[in-house]
Structure formats: C-alpha cells, structure tokens
C-alpha cells in the first residue's frame, strides 16, 4: 500500500524558500508528484519527478526544484523566492504514468503540509 507524508512547511515572509519533504512506502510507483491546494481552490500540479526525469506545473515558474534520493526513497522541494500566491497546502503522492500532471493518476496521498507567505 502506497502510503507518504509530507513535512516542511511554515509560514515565511514573501522572497523566502523552504524546503519541503516526502517520505514514506511506494510500492509498484514510478514516479513521485508535488501537488497544491489553496482554500476553496483545486489541487494543483507543481512537480514530478521519476528515476531520471524531472517535470514541473506553471505555478512552479522556475522558483521550485524537485529532487529525489533513491537511497533514502524520499523527494523534496526547495522552493524559492516564495510570494503570498504560492500559500496552500502542498501534498505528495506517488504514481506510475511518466509526466503525468493529473492527480488522479497518483495515489497515497499525506495529509499535507501548510505553506503560508505573507508580503
């Protein structure tokens, strides 16, 4: 069973970064994807990323970075020059379609972490 948890959230002041994580069992995935949900909004496609293939949404705008460590089969996402627009709760689940922004090809999903910027 497909099973993850997020950590690293916080509340920042707008030009920050933070570094989120994701761990936990994924068996039968191939790929790991960062998602998004700010209150009353849809949840969100930020990054992917599989074995050898990173793949990001628009909110990233080339501030996010994703990146696993097979070893320790955990992703992160450093987050940069963060703006009150990228508050939300940020979520990881695990899937096995290559590029796939949709979440509902990923599974497992945590409870997520609350990420808030203020100006």
């Known amino acids: 069973q497909v099973q993850l948890a997020e950590s690293g959230g916080g509340s920042v002041q707008s030009g920050a970064s933070l570094r989120l994580s994701c761990a936990g069992r994924t068996p039968g995935t191939l790929i790991r994807g960062w998602f998004r949900q700010a209150p009353g909004g849809e949840r969100e496609f930020v990054a992917g990323v599989s074995v050898s293939d990173t793949w990001y949404g628009s909110s990233a705008g080339g501030r996010f970075t994703i990146s696993r460590d097979t070893a320790e089969n955990t992703v992160s996402l450093q987050m940069n020059n963060l703006r009150p627009e990228d508050t939300a709760v940020y979520y990881c689940?695990?899937?096995?379609?290559?590029?796939?922004?949709?979440?509902?090809?990923?599974?497992?999903w945590g409870q997520g972490t609350q990420v808030t910027v203020s100006s």
């Open positions: 689940a695990a899937g096995r379609k290559m590029f796939s922004t949709d979440a509902g090809d990923y599974r497992g």
